[in-house]
């Protein structure tokens, strides 16, 4: 579904005796963000001081309210009028861009190879189709700074690993579906590992912990092990993959 059909679609769903869910969409599209951001900006103004916390995605928006403030039939209420009077957020081009400095190399992007076989490219264009993208931010979750962001070129399109590993590094630049991200910290996971930046993404101690936020442009800039070194980058190989089977 297009964002200019959002007045058919939007549907409330419940999500707990504190929550509920809003759903714009049912496809991911980069259309979608402008009606994204408007209605998570909406939902803080209009629930003010009884808003928990709102977790926007690429198709959903699920709002936490303080349900000792407000009745959950209260909230819907207030919901569904943000819903029916909402307008997309300008052009939704608002966001920072950045430029995240990744090495791309098979002893940290172990599924370079994998990648390079299924969409019929040599691995340098792989990186090169990878790098030479802008992303937006659809999404934050899975952990603390992970950034979704889309969408990835078609030919670069591939399933999750069928098994996960238990342990990805910090920095980790990886790809499944049409999505692609970089992990903020050491965490399992099961996308395709294709390189690793050297930019840190989640800093407790800074304003805002995320380096990236929803409607920010990311690029991932292609440099030698050198200067991925050289600006503090991590260039320790990944940890061969368990031989037995595992589930995530």
Request: charged share 25%; hydrophobic share 40%.
């Amino acid at each position: 579904m297009r964002a200019r059909d959002v007045s058919r679609l939007p549907r409330v769903e419940p999500a707990g005796l504190d929550a509920w869910l809003l759903r714009l969409f049912d496809t991911i599209d980069e259309a979608n963000l402008p009606w994204m951001t408007a209605l998570t900006r909406a939902c803080e103004k209009a629930l003010g001081p009884d808003l928990v916390d709102l977790v926007p995605s690429y198709t959903t928006l699920l709002v936490v309210f303080d349900p000792l403030r407000l009745e959950p039939d209260a909230a819907r209420r207030c919901l569904e009028a943000q819903l029916a009077s909402l307008t997309p957020d300008g052009a939704g081009d608002d966001g920072k861009r950045h430029e995240l400095p990744t090495w791309y190399d098979v002893s940290v992007g172990p599924e370079l190879p994998t990648l390079a076989e299924r969409s019929g490219l040599s691995v340098d264009e792989v990186i090169a189709c990878h790098s030479e993208r802008s992303y937006r931010v659809f999404a934050l979750g899975f952990a603390p700074g992970f950034a979704f962001m889309g969408l990835l070129d078609e030919r670069l399109e591939c399933p999750r690993l069928d098994t996960p590993r238990r342990r990805v590094p910090m920095g980790s630049v990886a790809v499944t579906g049409r999505q692609t991200a970089a992990y903020p910290a050491v965490t399992p996971g099961g996308w395709n590992l294709i390189g690793r930046t050297s930019t840190t993404l989640f800093d407790r101690h800074h304003d805002g912990f995320s380096l990236l936020r929803m409607g920010d442009r990311v690029r991932f800039v292609s440099v030698d092990r050198a200067d991925f070194e050289a600006a503090g980058g991590d260039a320790t190989p990944m940890d061969p993959m368990p031989k037995h089977k595992e589930h995530s």
